[in-house]
């Protein structure tokens, strides 16, 4: 499970921060926030749409001793616990959803710079590069998830990774108030992992592309497309449950487990693909979880691999 944030006075914090005109809510379901539609209910649901707005959020957080328990974007990397997640929970859109282009490099000729705000679609984001002729970003096309989230988790595939184009990312801490650009090398980036704590909200992120063929571009996008779809179940999941061993593929560990099918209450582990767990009508948080825990002891039993998940289990599931 994720840790939460500091919780300090929510209750006060809820109250200043309406009096200042922000947008936050008490008990709203997260379930709409995430790919999986499961999850209870958020202390309180903090809905930012502009710059001002989440600077008269830090003072205020900072005033009461809050920070989030839990920043969503697309939750395409999420399972939200039944009990919810109490304390704060913050969401950006509006202004943070915007894409700028900014000029080709002088010093790297074919050379530009992406700034996209961090609620920013992946799909979105290499779509718009790629139909300019800014190309090095194919790869994320099939992530459902936004730049904020790719971000935190070093999100990658088809090769590829955030680590591997991001040239800097700004960055809004609640624990100092404090909002700022940091270079690319100074986020700790490993496999899946940055080192952004649970007190930071990425605001947006630079990304280095080049001048390419936006015709070709194009087709790369529609060939990764076509690959997920005939190698990876739709409906109601979080992607790939569990990061890869090194030198080796999750899918291939439960796979060779029998593990496919295997279901706890309305959770079944994909037919199609062993690394997703699909939550069918009528599934809860508990279920997914519980059959994660079950896939991740067969596979230390009979494979001797520790598998570690990729999804973010957060709040209460009892």
């Known amino acids: 499970m994720v840790n ?15 009096e200042c005109g922000l947008t936050v809510e008490r008990d709203v379901s997260l379930a709409s ?37 839990l920043v969503v974007g697309n939750g395409s990397n999420l399972l939200v616990g039944d009990g919810g997640v109490p304390g704060l929970v913050v969401h950006l859109r509006g202004d943070f959803a915007v894409l700028d282009f900014l000029p080709v490099s002088a010093v790297e000729p074919g050379v530009a710079v992406v700034r996209a705000g961090a609620s920013v679609l992946l799909p979105v984001l290499t779509r718009q590069c790629a139909a300019r ?3 090095g970003l194919e790869w994320c096309v099939g992530i459902p998830g936004t730049v904020g989230g790719a971000v935190v988790m070093n999100a990658g595939g088809h090769g590829s990774q955030t680590a591997d184009w991001l040239v800097a990312a700004e960055i809004a801490d609640f624990a100092t108030g404090s909002v700022g650009w940091r270079p690319a090398a100074d986020l700790g980036f490993a496999y899946r992992h940055s080192n ?9 992120a630079e990304y280095r592309v080049t001048d390419g063929d936006a015709e070709s571009a194009l087709a790369e996008l529609a060939n990764i497309v076509r690959w997920r779809r005939e190698n990876q179940p739709g409906g109601a999941n979080a992607g790939s449950v569990f990061t890869n061993p090194v030198g080796d593929s999750a899918g291939r560990l439960i796979e060779s487990c029998g593990l496919k099918g295997v279901r706890v209450g309305g959770a079944v582990v994909s ?32 494979r001797g691999v520790s598998l570690v998940p990729e999804v973010r289990c957060v709040g209460i599931f009892d």
């Open 4 to 18: 939460l944030g500091a919780a300090g006075d929510i209750a006060a914090f809820v109250r200043v921060a309406a």
């Open 33 to 69: 926030f995430t790919t999986y539609k499961l999850g209870g209910p958020a202390g309180a649901l903090l809905t930012l749409d502009t710059r001002d707005e989440l600077l008269t959020a830090l003072r205020v957080a900072a005033e009461n001793g809050v920070c989030p328990s």
């Open 133 to 135: 002729g800014l190309v």
């Open 196 to 204: 952004l704590t649970p007190s930071e909200l990425v605001v947006a």
């Open 271 to 302: 037919p199609k693909h062993a690394n997703f767990i699909q939550a069918e009508p009528g599934a809860t948080a508990k279920d997914v979880v519980e059959l994660i825990e079950l896939v991740r002891e067969r596979v230390a039993r009979e």
